[in-house]
């Protein structure tokens, strides 16, 4: 009986442990990056959006995660602020200044590039 025992708790042990490396490998990766500001931005401002993911492709994948953009109507054109995000404890972040403002004429021409703080 006491062999029956314990091979049931060895059993059972097995088995947790299994379910326990299965929960602490299954947890999900936080990906940050890719939102767009305002949420709901005309199809003109995404698309100045999608040629600021193209010219900012360098400057975003330095931080390991992405960016997310802040797109606005200017006098001249457009301004795109790419703000560089990356996970820290399974939620996005960013720092203060960490972004660079791409400005764009009325065609979508990229005019310049100026770098945050």
Known sequence: MDYLALNSFWRCAVVFLLAA???GCSSTTV???GRVYPEKASADALS???KTEVDSKEFCAESGGGCDFTVA???QGWSVAATRTFAV????ASRIGDEKIYIYDESGVLVRAIDGM
Request: glycine fraction near 12%; charge should be positive; proline fraction near 0%.
């Open 89 to 92: 404890d399974g939620k996005c």
């Open 31 to 33: 990906r940050c990056g």
């Open 48 to 50: 100045v959006v999608k």
């Open 73 to 75: 109507k200017t006098k």
């Open 21 to 23: 490396a299965v929960v």
